[in-house]
């Protein structure tokens, strides 16, 4: 079993910055691939960004430019850091761990408002 605990949302103004983090702990048997997704209310969870065992990165065109998404293999832990938050980046966001089977995060919340 794998389990995932993100942190380090919260209430930021537009234009500001926050830092994601997901660590994961239990059966890791090799460098996973490792991805964040968001969840607005009302909407379909959506996909943000990966950084694959290799270490090859995509993100989503909305956030393209703005969010960089990195890990520390040591730690089993993988990050997104957020610049130039819009109101519409509001969301729940979640961490998924991808090892044969995938794992996901319980979410932490991102607000961007004035």
């Known amino acids: 079993q794998v389990h995932l605990v993100e942190s380090g949302g919260g209430l930021v103004q537009p234009g500001g910055s926050l830092r994601l983090s997901c660590a994961a702990s239990?059966?890791?048997?090799?460098?996973?691939?490792m991805a964040w997704y968001r969840q607005a209310p009302g909407k379909e969870r959506d996909f943000v960004a990966v950084?694959?065992?290799?270490?090859?990165?995509n993100y989503a065109d909305s956030v393209k430019g703005r969010f960089t998404i990195s890990r520390d293999n040591a730690k089993n832990t993988v990050y997104l850091q957020m610049n130039s938050l819009k109101p519409e980046d509001t969301a729940v966001y979640y961490c998924?761990?991808?090892?044969?089977?995938?794992?996901w995060g319980q979410g932490t919340q991102v607000t961007v408002s004035s």
């Open positions: 998924k761990l991808t090892q044969v089977f995938s794992y």
């Open positions: 239990g059966s890791i048997t090799r460098i996973p691939a």
């Open positions: 950084i694959t065992s290799g270490g090859s990165i």
